[in-house]
C-alpha cells in the first residue's frame, strides 16, 4: 500500500475542528477488504491510530489516542462509492501527547558556539559533550559520555576541520559514534575543507578531496542504514561525485540567508549580483536569477592577470560579490574596484566560507558611509569556519550568517505516521 501523507489538524479548544481528509477513498477498494492500524501524528503532536475495516459493501474507521489507547471517533458508511470523512482535532493534553523524536548533537571544541545556536532552533535537538583530551605522546585521549544512553537515539556530530591535526580526532569519534547501536547518524560538516586550490593538471598530482570523501564514505553504518552528511556549498562541483554509496551526502547552500539578509536592506529594490568569475555564476545564478546580474573575469595582459567586467552595468546599484569562498581575498579586492570604476554606489561581498588564512581579513575595510572605492559596505560570511567568526565578530564591515536554522532543519526527523 503506497504511503500517504500525515494527518494534519490543530486545536486548542474542546470544540474540535472537522477536516476532510479525502485521499483515504482508497478503503472502498474491494482488492483490500482489512487494511491494518495507520499511525498519524498531528500539528499538535498528538498521535492517532486509524483503525480501518471494510468489505464489499461496507466500511468503518474509528481512531484512538495511540498514547492511551483511549477511543476517540468512530464512523461507518454504506455507500460502495468513494467519499470523505472528517477527523475532529484531538486536543493536545499531556496524557495523549507524545513527545516528538530527540537527536542528540555532539560537537567539537571548535564548533561548540554553533552547536549552542542550533540546539536554541529546536526543543528536539540535545547537545551531549565529549571528553577531549591528549596522552602525553600527544596521540588523542577521549571519552564519549554515558555511551550507553544514546542506545536507540538519532545522533549527529557537528564536525570542522579547520586543520590536518584536528581531523583525526574527530574522525575517531565519526568511526565510533555509529558502533554505539544507536537509531541514525548524521555527520555535519559545513565546510569541505579538501580541494578548494588543488588543481589535477600534472601526472603525481594528489586529489586530496578524493581521499577525504573515501574516508567519510567509509564511516561504519548505524542501526538505521549509512551516514548522512550536511555540507554547504562544497566548492568544486565533481567532488559530490567522489562520495561511495555508503554515505548520503545532503549538499546545502548559505545563499538563501544571503537573501533574506538583502531582503532586510533599506535599497534591496537596488540589489546587484555580481560573480567574480565563470566559476561562482555557474554555481550560484540559478538561486540568485531575479537579481541584476555581472559577470567579471580575469584575463591576462601582459605578465598580469587582471579583473574585467564581462557582462553586466553596476551603475549605480548596491552591488553584492557572491562567491563559494575566501582565501587571500585578492579577487574579491579587484573586483570591488572594477566595479567602483564603473559606477556603483555601494559594494558589499557574500562568502560561505571565510577561511582567511595568514589573517588576511584585515585587508577588508569599511566603506565609510558609502565611498565604494574605500572598502565594502558589508562582508557577508556564515559560521561555517569558527575559528574565522571569533576573529572578525563585530569588526566591520563583517557580518555573520548563522547557518544554525539550516542545519537545525536538516537534523529534524521525520514525524511517524
Request: aromatic share 10%; with cysteine.
Amino acid at each position: 500500500m503506497a504511503a500517504t501523507p500525515p494527518l494534519q489538524s490543530s486545536s486548542t479548544s474542546s470544540t474540535a475542528s472537522r477536516k476532510n481528509v479525502s485521499y483515504y477513498s482508497y478503503i472502498y477498494n474491494n482488492k483490500c477488504p482489512k487494511l491494518p492500524s495507520l499511525l498519524f501524528k498531528t500539528k499538535s503532536q498528538t498521535t492517532i491510530s486509524i483503525r480501518i475495516r471494510c468489505d464489499a459493501q461496507n466500511w468503518s474507521a474509528g481512531y484512538v489516542s495511540a498514547a492511551t489507547n483511549h477511543h476517540l471517533h468512530s464512523i461507518q458508511n454504506s455507500s460502495p462509492s468513494p467519499s470523505s470523512f472528517s477527523i475532529p482535532s484531538a486536543s493536545s493534553s499531556s496524557s495523549e501527547s507524545s513527545p516528538s523524536q530527540k537527536v542528540c548533537l555532539f560537537y567539537c571544541a571548535e564548533t561548540k558556539p554553533l552547536a549552542q545556536r542550533i540546539a536554541a532552533e529546536s526543543d528536539s535537538i540535545e547537545l551531549r559533550s565529549i571528553s577531549w583530551r591528549t596522552f602525553d605522546d600527544g596521540f588523542p585521549n577521549l571519552f564519549i559520555p554515558n555511551a550507553q544512553g544514546i542506545r536507540g537515539q538519532h545522533v549527529a556530530f557537528l564536525a570542522s576541520f579547520s586543520s590536518p591535526k584536528v581531523i583525526f580526532e574527530q574522525l575517531s569519534i565519526i568511526y565510533a559514534l555509529p558502533k554505539l547501536f544507536i537509531s541514525s547518524f548524521t555527520l555535519v560538516l559545513p565546510f569541505f575543507p579538501t580541494g578548494t586550490s588543488e588543481r589535477m593538471e600534472d601526472e603525481g598530482d594528489v586529489a586530496t578531496a578524493f581521499t577525504l570523501a573515501r574516508i567519510l564514505s567509509n564511516i561504519p553504518t548505524s542501526r538505521g542504514g549509512p551516514t548522512s552528511l550536511v555540507t554547504f556549498d562544497i566548492h568544486a562541483l565533481q567532488e559530490r561525485f567522489y562520495f561511495g554509496d555508503n554515505i548520503l551526502p545532503c549538499f546545502e547552500s548559505g545563499i538563501p540567508l544571503l537573501k533574506n539578509r538583502l531582503q532586510e536592506l533599506p535599497d534591496s529594490d537596488k540589489i546587484a549580483i555580481a560573480f567574480p568569475d565563470d566559476g561562482a555564476w555557474k554555481r550560484f545564478h540559478k538561486q540568485l536569477q531575479h537579481f541584476p546580474t555581472i559577470i567579471c573575469a580575469k584575463v591576462r595582459e601582459g605578465d598580469q592577470r587582471i579583473v574585467r567586467i564581462k557582462e553586466g552595468d553596476p551603475r549605480g546599484r548596491h552591488v553584492v560579490i557572491v562567491d563559494d569562498l575566501v582565501q587571500s581575498g585578492g579577487t574579491l579586492v579587484e573586483c570591488q574596484k572594477i566595479l567602483a570604476n564603473h559606477g556603483a554606489a555601494k559594494i558589499s561581498a557574500y562568502v560561505t566560507h571565510g577561511i582567511f588564512p595568514n589573517r588576511s581579513w584585515e585587508r577588508f575595510e569599511s566603506d565609510n558611509g558609502g565611498h565604494p572605492g574605500a572598502g565594502l559596505t558589508y562582508f557577508w560570511i556564515t559560521d561555517s569556519c569558527p575559528l574565522t567568526v571569533k576573529e572578525v565578530m563585530n569588526k566591520p564591515p563583517f557580518e555573520v550568517l548563522s547557518l544554525a536554522g539550516s542545519i537545525a532543519a536538516a537534523l529534524q526527523i521525520g514525524q511517524l505516521f
